[in-house]
């Protein structure tokens, strides 16, 4: 099949080059000259495993291309992506200016029957949003399709390869059945295709995007409670794992849920909701607990140095998780404000995130070069982001290298008891 996909971000780059080594013929457009222009030559400016192998293959077999011409991409192609951001606005609203602005560039540019397929993850009633615009715009026919996107950055790409099911809001048969066929190589293994009306397709990104914020922040508030009576969150959560109703995934405590989504999408909903009426309890309290739980980390060092003026932290992790460079929204953020409001310094390592972080940061913080570097000369080494190379470190090594053995553990990558042995003064999350 023919698509266009506008937007060329974690999303519309994954989707694009994911339909392409299916086999269709993808143009990938962004209104970012420079990212264009770079992805041409086989560069990305993001980092997402595995995706850069799979752009340039897709590349050189002639199925994917870039263009910063929306209006000539558009010509050719049957199906027409909207992958572009939702961002937060003011009032935590999404912003859909850059999706109504792309429906009307479509608009304008369409030559005959078109679908158009809404990827961005947009409130309710966008679908209708959409229609109206394309349609003030255009004679030719057309049909509105709402097909959220469940990847999660880190595993984009086999997330959207091998979807654990498939959304499709449609109202009309003929978009339905192009969609459909269009994603049937993806769903070989048995993944749902569900059907659905555009409003049910729109509400279910958010409502699983706040389901497992709210995950996260009731683990976060069980493991707080652990705390105080000397429980430990591994065992209570081992033990909810095994309950067939709630499941083993997403039972981890850390310092808050992060990223370019859950915090977005979560005030979306609410925002969307009480707009019309209904004001979500349950999704305020998670707001609420996830805010606080940022906090959680400082406050432990806090409590242990009682002033962190002049105190060297050692960070380890950036992003607002593995496998991404991605630092929106991440809770390392305000860990590191909180740090050096506080006085102290900060030496930090990332695998990947440093570039981003030096967008935000600038030289407020040193950047290592290593793990090991970031921990030489530290009074304390603070856990942040739980990337795997930092799981099974050199622990006398370590002791060796920092001035004060003592690590703040965000994401509960040790054994408690280990540590001990090891001769560390080790805080974690809820043990
Ligand atoms: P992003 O910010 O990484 O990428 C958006 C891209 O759209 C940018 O490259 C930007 O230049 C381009 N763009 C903006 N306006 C444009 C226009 N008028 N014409 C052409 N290009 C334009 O965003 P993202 O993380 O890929 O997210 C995109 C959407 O997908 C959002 O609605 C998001 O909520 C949703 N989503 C994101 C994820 C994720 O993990 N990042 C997962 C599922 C769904």
Redesign the pocket.
Known sequence: MKLAV????????VVGAGFAEYGNDVVC????AD?IKNLKRGRLS?YEPGLEELVVRNQAEKRLRFSSS?ARAVKDAQVLFI?????QDEDGA?DLS??L??AK?LARAINGYKVIVT????PVGTAVRVRETVGRETQYPFSVVSN??????GA?IDDFMRPDRVVIGSGDSRATELLRTLYAPFTRTGAPIQIMDCASAELS?YASNAMLATRVSFMNEIANVCELFGADVDKVRMAMAADRRIGPAFLFPGIGYG???FP??VKALMKFSSVSGYECRILEAVETVNECQKNRLVEKMQNYFGSLTGKKIALWGLSFKPRTD?MREAPSVDIVNAILEMGGEILAYDPQAEKSARVIFGERISYAKGSYDAVVGADALAIVTEWNEFREPDFSRMRALMKVPVIFDGRNLFDVSQMRLEGFTYYSIGR
């Open positions: 506008v937007g060329t971000g974690y999303v519309g780059l457009v962004d209104k970012n990212k993001i929306l992958a572009v951001g939702t961002p999404a850059h999706v602005d792309v560039e990827k961005s993850t947009v959220p996107e469940f990847l999660k950055q984009a990104k990223g370019s989504c977005k999408d991605d």
